[in-house]
């Protein structure tokens, strides 16, 4: 069984950084997907990145593109996003999320972990 743990979240004042950690089990990913996604108060869900763990392609949303970073670990079986230039608009819950290549549904969450960006 997938399990996704997710850690890393805080508060930050505006402009400054944050690193969020999901650490992955109960599988083999190379076949997998992995992503970050957020929910804000009061609004739906939204994607942000999402990385191929076995070519480390990687897509963002473009509201994060070139402040946030997705990355993985093959050795560590976690997976990253590196958040600079933070704003009072990126606060929200971080969600980790995993499906296989073959599918379109992200059917793997974790927990989530709260970012809070101060102005």
């Known amino acids: 069984q997938v399990q996704l743990v997710e850690s890393g979240g805080g508060l930050v004042q505006a402009g400054g950084s944050l690193r969020l950690s999901c650490a992955a089990s109960?599988?083999?990913?190379?076949?997998?997907?992995m992503a970050w996604f957020r929910q804000a108060p009061g609004k739906e869900r939204e994607f942000v990145a999402r990385?191929?763990?076995?070519?480390?392609?990687?897509y963002y949303a473009d509201s994060v593109k070139g402040r946030f970073t997705i990355s993985r670990d093959s050795a560590k079986n976690t997976e990253y996003l590196q958040m600079n230039s933070l704003k009072p608009e990126d606060t929200a819950v971080y969600y980790c999320?995993?499906?296989?290549?073959?599918?379109?549904?992200?059917?793997?969450w974790g927990q989530g972990t709260q970012v809070t960006v101060s102005s």
């Open positions: 109960g599988r083999t990913f190379s076949a997998y997907t």
């Open positions: 999320a995993a499906r296989l290549l073959v599918t379109q549904t992200f059917n793997y």
């Open positions: 990385i191929n763990w076995g070519s480390g392609s990687t």
